[in-house]
């Protein structure tokens, strides 16, 4: 049994833990180590328990744990080799035994547990997101990437469950305080997903069974809960994709986990 918490999501931290009976993992560790013992407590779980840290890129907001975390509990860190030298300055020593290279397009396999490696649009060295298999069951983490290709579609249609990035809306972004080369960044291809554009890309890889849908790191300042799951459901209703049946949304929290669920 696969099982599921996005322990924090947003602009100021990112996490995901995901177990079976015999391994656990955490996507990313964006927050302080103390702050991650914390949201582990809230679920129930130990770090000494963790199989590995899997890294998408070297934003600090997915990697300000890692170090900590790495050497306190002598869990392996796998991460790309590009994304390795890219955040070696921001973690500081990891011992050699816990460092391994989880290249682009790939497959590791932890029992009966298959993790893939995928290839997204965001400004960063080498920025690559996970697919996790068990059996007939598959989860999908997809943030931090400024479009969804038909290439990534491919890899992450037909999931029982979707951490979907879901980061802001363009009317709050284009009127709010960044100065316009951030909003430039935002919006372009190596950005982020608005609202919309996150439901359309969903509505291509949804299948026509029960699908849960977590809305991930929504932005501080130019998102809303409620205005994300509104705008989702309004475009995904207007491609026949009806939420509330087979299709549910989530939110999840920068403060708080998810409940931790079976996929």
């Known amino acids: 049994m696969m099982r599921f918490s996005v322990l924090a999501s947003g602009s100021t931290g990112n996490s995901i833990y995901v177990e079976n009976d015999e391994h656990a993992f955490i996507v990313d560790a964006g927050l302080s180590g103390k702050r991650m013992e914390q949201l ?32 306190k509990y ?5 991460a ?16 050699s035994a816990q460092r391994f290279e989880f ?18 649009s965001h400004d960063a060295a080498d920025p690559m997101f996970y697919t996790f298999h068990e059996n007939d069951r598959k989860l999908v983490v997809i943030t931090d990437t400024g479009y969804v290709s038909d290439r990534m579609k491919g890899i992450i249609r037909g999931a029982d469950a979707f951490v979907f990035e879901s980061n802001h809306d363009v009317g ?46 929504l932005s501080k300042d130019n998102n809303m809960k409620e205005l994300a799951r509104m705008s989702v459901t309004q475009t995904l209703q207007s491609c026949g994709i009806l939420v509330g049946e087979h299709v549910h949304l989530f939110d ?12």
């Not at 997915?62 to 050497?71: E, F, N, P, W, Y």
């Not at 359309?200 to 977590?214: E, G, L, W």
């Open 40 to 71: 582990f407590s809230k679920i129930d779980r130990n770090m000494k328990q963790l199989s590995g840290i899997l890294v998408t890129h070297e934003h600090i907001d997915h990697i300000k744990g890692i170090g900590v975390l790495a050497r």
């Open 74 to 78: 002598n869990v392996p860190i796998y």
């Open 80 to 95: 790309n080799a590009k994304t390795w030298q890219a955040m070696d300055g921001n973690i500081g020593d990891i011992p």
């Open 103 to 120: 290249e682009m397009e790939t497959v590791k396999h932890f029992g009966s547990l298959a993790i893939e490696s995928f290839a997204v």
């Open 172 to 217: 709050m972004l284009q009127m709010g305080r960044y100065p316009w080369s951030t909003k430039r960044r935002i919006l372009s291809d190596v950005g982020h997903v608005s609202n919309e554009d996150a439901a359309i890309a969903m509505s291509d890889v949804v299948f026509d069974k029960p699908t849960n849908i977590y809305l991930a790191h």
């Open 252 to 263: 999840t929290d920068a403060e708080n986990p998810t409940t931790l669920v079976t996929v």
